[in-house]
């Protein structure tokens, strides 16, 4: 199924309007169990796709397409408008789909930064990662929750930086 690129599109779009749809259930009746349930589902599917080499790539453009640019494109989206609300903004199937909802986001970064830590300390993907949560934090301001959690996010990926440090500085002097 993940080799094939429209089904990989089909796959991902599916868990992004899922992973959506359990925020805005969360949102309306603080029912946090969907939510944890999708969250689980995308930590098997990680844990999965980096074990078997065949799916490494579907983990690494999820990462990279649907975490980094979806929220590339999303920045950019959201410096026009007025009201940059997660409700608002995420509404829609076809929001949800275009740009990835900032819960979908950290979540998928969280279980990456856990399982795939060396692909997201990589300089360059490292830098544009904390760049992008800051601002994202920032353009979100009004939901305190997501705040909170992208800063504990930042915190943790600092952590890793720190615990893989002479990894890093052993890679940089290659």
Do not use: W
């Not at 992973?19 to 939510?35: C, D, G, Q, Y």
């Amino acid at each position: 199924m993940l080799g094939d690129k429209q089904r990989k599109q089909q796959f991902t779009k599916f868990l992004k309007i899922v992973s959506n749809e359990a925020i805005f259930v969360n949102f309306n009746t603080r029912n946090k169990k969907l939510v944890r349930n999708i969250n689980e589902l995308l930590k098997r599917i990680v844990v999965k796709c980096r074990s078997e080499p065949d799916y490494k790539p579907f983990i690494d453009e999820l990462f990279k397409e649907d975490v980094l640019q979806a929220s590339k494109d999303l920045i950019k989206h959201l410096k026009g408008e007025k009201l940059r609300s997660v409700r608002v903004q995420f509404s829609s199937e076809e929001k949800a789909t275009k740009y990835s909802n900032p819960y979908f986001v950290l979540a998928v970064s969280k279980i990456y930064l856990e399982h795939c830590s060396e692909d997201l300390l990589r300089e360059d993907v490292l830098q544009t990662t904390i760049e992008q949560f800051l601002t994202l934090a920032y353009l979100f301001n009004k939901d305190p929750a997501l705040k909170v959690k992208i800063n504990e996010f930042i915190l943790n990926i600092l952590e890793a930086v720190q615990k893989h440090y002479s990894k890093l500085s052993h890679k940089l002097k290659e």
